[in-house]
């Protein structure tokens, strides 16, 4: 098919109703809506009602843990996991993360310490820890990023030669695991996001899990202003609670949730076949010996080989009516207010800061169809295949676009 085709060129684009990464899941409608019924008949909104004892029972089972308490949401979930741990003076966490992993912290004036990821994971190297960790250091935020675990063996075992406590930022690998083991009972505690984006999802909420019974005890207190029981304060603490419609949606989620993983991994499977051929893009793959959840399409772009840019790429993705989105650019060290501090040796991220050029998020789960997939990879192909017009037309239309808001 010509070039000229192209929305960029003034065809029409590839899709008429925009694809996005993270549309969210739904799952039954009727046995949600009736689970809503149900709750306003019996007037518990919130405060520890039956759908949220009931999410918290079969997501402790899924997860193979002790303990696993729901939060308001996945950032609520890693303050009060945190804070319950006592991190204080500084932690290390990766910076190709959404920024919450590090606002947590320092919104508890923990400050947190970026440390590389190794460019073939896009994980945090542990050997960084090694590199980063100090007298002032008190714990590590890992995160299980697209679903894919850290090396967790290496990461647990360095944290405890230092004394160093690890909260799992496990917000995208719920339902996946490591070595054959549920993610979700590693390290002191690990924490998951149900934002409506999450392939699983409770429209905004989280989870705490762990196996500890002394840090369960503390995160509920902390999570309920410290109430022990009418009356009785014992402790400090704030509002981390899920309320009953939030566990509604997250039962109705965990019943589709095969069926999610069924499309997702149909979808990754589509990608994978149609982008092989495909010179100089590179999907990130999944270990096919653990389960996966498939929630995230993320592939890399080497520019070199294809003639174009990463973002000249997503530029034109965007106007056939795909939002393929760079997650997560420019990374939490160039976002504020980490980007205007002084960057401690050790801090140049060198690796992180190349893969965040490379790395493209596309459309996924249940509202994207493998045919869909079909029509982004030949798209992908056809712009590949006219790099040189493509080039050329960006750069006009780009200084056009400077051109005219420059007049207003
Ligand atoms: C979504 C997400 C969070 C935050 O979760 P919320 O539920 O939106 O507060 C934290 N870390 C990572 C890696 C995430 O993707």
């Known amino acids: 098919m010509s070039i000229k085709r192209l929305a960029l060129f003034g065809g029409e684009p590839e899709f008429r109703h925009t694809l996005h990464v993270g549309t969210p899941n739904i799952g039954d409608t009727k046995r949600f809506l009736t689970r809503v019924e149900n709750l306003l008949n019996r007037r518990q909104l919130t405060n520890r009602g039956p759908l949220v004892r009931e999410l918290e029972c079969r997501m402790a089972e899924l997860l193979d843990v002790k303990h696993c308490l729901t939060m308001s949401n996945g950032t609520a979930a890693l ?32 400050r947190p310490i970026f440390a590389d990821i190794a460019p073939s994971t896009h994980h945090l190297d542990p050997r960084g820890i ?13 995160v299980n990023l697209w679903g894919r675990t850290v090396d967790i063996g290496t990461v647990v075992a360095k944290a ?40 699983v999802n409770t ?9 500890d019974d002394a840090l369960a005890e503390r995160i509920r207190l902390m999570q309920n202003f410290g109430f022990a029981d009418r009356d009785q304060v014992i402790h400090v603490g704030i509002n981390g609670k899920m309320n009953e419609v939030a566990a509604a949606m997250g039962l109705t989620s965990l019943e589709a949730m095969d069926g999610f993983i069924a499309h997702n991994h149909a979808n990754y499977c ?35 080989a294809t003639g174009l840019h990463r973002d000249q790429i997503m530029q034109v993705l965007h106007t056939e009516g795909v939002d393929a989105r760079r997650y997560f650019y420019p990374g939490c060290h160039h976002m504020e207010p980490y980007r205007s501090r002084p960057k401690p040796a050790g801090q140049i991220l060198t690796l992180t800061d190349e893969t965040l050029a490379r790395v493209l998020t596309l459309p996924t789960g249940t509202a994207v169809t493998a045919a869909d997939i079909r029509r982004i990879v030949s798209l992908i192909q056809r712009i590949l295949d006219g790099r040189i017009e493509v080039s050329h037309q960006l750069a006009k239309h780009n200084h056009s676009a400077r051109f005219t808001s420059s007049q207003k």
């Open 130 to 142: 090694d590199r980063l960790a100090t007298s002032l250091t008190s714990g590590i935020i890992p």
């Open 160 to 199: 405890a030669g230092r004394g160093l406590a690890v909260v799992f930022d496990s917000s995208h690998a719920f339902g996946c695991t490591y070595k054959g083991k549920p993610v979700g009972g590693f390290g002191s505690a690990e924490i998951f996001s149900f934002h409506a984006t999450k392939f």
């Open 270 to 304: 589509a990608y994978l076949e149609g982008l092989t051929n495909v010179e100089g893009i590179s999907l990130v793959e999944y270990d096919a010996s653990e389960r996966n959840n498939y929630q995230y399409i993320v592939i890399e772009v080497d520019d070199v």
């Open 79 to 110: 303050e009060i996991a945190t804070r319950a741990l006592n991190f204080k003076g500084n932690a290390i966490v990766p910076a190709l993360t959404f920024v919450a992993t590090a606002h947590a912290l320092e919104w508890q004036r923990v």
């Open 203 to 211: 429209f905004e909420g989280g989870a705490v899990a762990t196996n």
